[in-house]
């Protein structure tokens, strides 16, 4: 086999359960009509169907002529239609087939796309010049964010299992039919492509298929219920909007639909929702992924007072008002839904609470709401509780700079590692640092990398930190005092949106008992928990993270607006 490889998946019976046959079959017991006649009818290779396929009828101009056809056929056959005879139901439950694909099928290709893989998914469909509501659309940008290739039988001039669709997609790939393997759940498409000379899977059941796949690819085979697929770099669209001059805010952006920002915590970047960025968009949101301040492709100052919680605040409200969104007319984001991790959820529940106008709901994982105590200064809660304090050592600037930009691989190494590893590894304690001098003070010089990420994610992790290392995001932890004075100098107000606190069994430093009593503050609070989970909560547990965050977003949104979602995934 060659090293350059490609995966083609039909569109019916695989990536969407259903076929057409199905439904003409049912169409044909409903109207007591004898077996196969509407098939025949549909099957013609000049007929209204065929042709609309083909690109050379919309679907507008086929519905009447594939009506026409069949009364035609019904008088030389000697069958009797209802008098109310239409197709247009037929197209209707089409389109709602249509929508309802395979989550197994569509994990695949984005893993198979993470892997080097070329995807593409052929579909006998329609040019669809009726279409309401947005559900095509929506299906083929759902398409497109997981396949390399689209191609759909009325844009190439050929139908599934024509020849001709099969050359067309390999040459838009760029790949040899010897590189390639189809997926069809029809025997006749499986000897088409054969004939072509690709490799062939039947799909009859689609877990032992994925197995089959899984030894032609050597990429692991994706259930229903794997990990969600990450998105890599190159799957979003990335913008930038400026603050103002020498701030610039980085992003990634992928989905439609009610806009839900992400704000990652310390020393992460955008890259850290790599799991949700996909999964959220797919439930029908507009995601947007900041790398914060300081962070990555975010340009700032190097000055402490630039991350103060209320300058944090205000530069992502102009972010805010800087962005496009399109609902009556265009215009800046109004407001916004909130996920934040770690520091990005000491900030989200900081701009619930000091500008909630602007926050339509917010979510945190891990970090609990911390309200300011007038009586109690920051730096006396941090020496009131060890494990924080790494928080003290990192407040002297330089000091924790040259401890983590030593060796930016060590540093991540230590870092990132999953709550299963722990007595596996080399333990990184958050308490004590001062006195030992260092957070890393004690451990071995050669760390191996956590199974949370791949080497391309610490390659991409590391690449984000060259340049201009950590000074920016510790001064994230420097600014206690005047975070403390700003939030006791207005009114501690309840935060009356509606919110979500998603906490981790074993988070060693983000303890859950940090999170009680929140209710008192946040009366619409709803919450999630993951036991078996750290801190990197939405790294070490994707899916869990994803089923909580996507059930809590379509509850709360759908009443605010609505939500339109997207095909079934």
């Known amino acids: 086999m060659s090293e350059k490889r490609a995966v083609l998946f039909n569109f019916w019976g695989v990536v969407a359960l259903s076929r057409p046959r199905a439904f003409l079959q049912e169409l044909e017991e409903l109207h007591r009509l004898p077996g196969g006649f509407l098939s025949r009818v549909a099957s013609r290779t000049d007929g209204a169907v065929s042709r609309a396929e083909r690109g050379q009828v919309t679907l507008s101009q086929m519905v009447p002529a594939f009506e026409a056809e069949c009364v035609a056929e019904s008088a030389v056959k000697g069958v009797t239609l209802p008098s109310d005879w ?40 329609w040019l669809d010049d009726v279409a309401s509501g947005g559900g095509p659309a929506r299906l083929l940008s759902l398409l497109g964010a997981h396949f390399d290739l689209v191609l759909q039988s009325c844009r190439s001039g050929h139908r599934v299992p024509e020849p001709g669709m099969f050359h067309s997609a390999l040459q838009q790939l760029g790949v040899t039919s010897q590189q390639a393997l189809w997926m069809d759940a029809d025997e006749d498409g499986v000897k088409a492509a054969e004939g072509v000379g690709m490799t062939a899977i039947l799909v009859e059941d689609l877990d032992d298929a994925l197995k089959k796949l899984a030894n032609f690819t050597g990429v692991q085979a994706v259930g229903a219920e794997s990990p969600p697929p990450p998105c890599s770099p190159d799957d979003v669209a990335h913008g930038y909007v400026t603050i103002r001059p020498g701030v610039r805010t980085h992003y990634v952006e992928m989905g439609s639909g009610p806009p839900v920002l992400l704000c990652h915590g310390f020393p992460e970047s955008w890259y850290s929702w790599r799991y949700q960025i996909p ?75 000091y500008f909630p106008e602007r926050v339509r709901a917010v979510a945190s994982l891990n970090t609990p709401l911390f309200p300011a105590d007038p009586s109690v200064s920051p730096a006396e809660k941090l020496k009131a509780v060890p494990i924080f304090d790494y928080q003290l050592y990192f407040q002297k600037p330089g000091v924790a700079e040259a401890e983590l930009e030593k060796d930016l691989e060590r540093t991540f190494n230590i870092m990132f590692f999953s709550s299963a590893e722990v007595g596996k590894r080399p333990a990184l304690s958050t308490a004590g640092v001062c006195a030992r001098g260092g957070l890393f003070v004690g451990l071995p010089e050669q760390i191996p990398r956590g199974c949370m990420l ?113 095909p079934k995934l």
């Open 279 to 353: 999964a959220v968009a797919a439930a029908g949101f507009r995601v947007l992924a900041l790398d914060m301040k300081g962070y990555g492709g975010s340009t700032a100052p190097p000055d402490i007072e630039e991350y103060s919680q209320e300058q944090l605040c205000k530069d992502l409200i102009t972010f805010l008002d800087k962005m496009l969104y399109c609902c009556v007319f265009v215009q800046a984001i109004p407001q916004v839904t909130l996920v934040g991790h770690d520091w990005g959820g000491f900030l989200v529940w900081t701009m619930a609470q």
């Open 454 to 566: 791949t080497e391309a994610d610490l390659r991409y992790y590391i690449s984000q930190y060259q340049e201009r290392g950590f000074r920016r995001p510790l001064n994230w932890y420097r600014n206690g005092e005047e975070n403390w004075r700003w939030m006791c100098a207005r009114p501690p107000g309840k935060m009356l949106m509606p919110a979500l606190m998603v906490t981790a069994g074993k988070d060693r430093v983000l303890l859950p008992a940090f999170s009680k009593g929140m209710e008192d503050m946040i009366p619409h609070l709803s919450r999630g928990h993951i036991e078996e989970c750290g801190h990197w909560t939405q790294m070490e547990r994707p899916a869990e993270t994803n089923s909580i965050l996507i059930s809590w977003l379509q509850e709360t949104l759908r009443g605010g607006g609505g939500v339109t979602m997207a």
């Open 86 to 125: 239409s197709a247009r139901g037929l197209l209707e439950e089409l389109r709602e087939a249509m929508k309802d694909v395979q989550p197994a099928v569509m994990k695949t290709a984005a893993r198979l796309r993470h892997s080097g893989l070329l995807t593409a998914v052929l579909a006998n469909h």
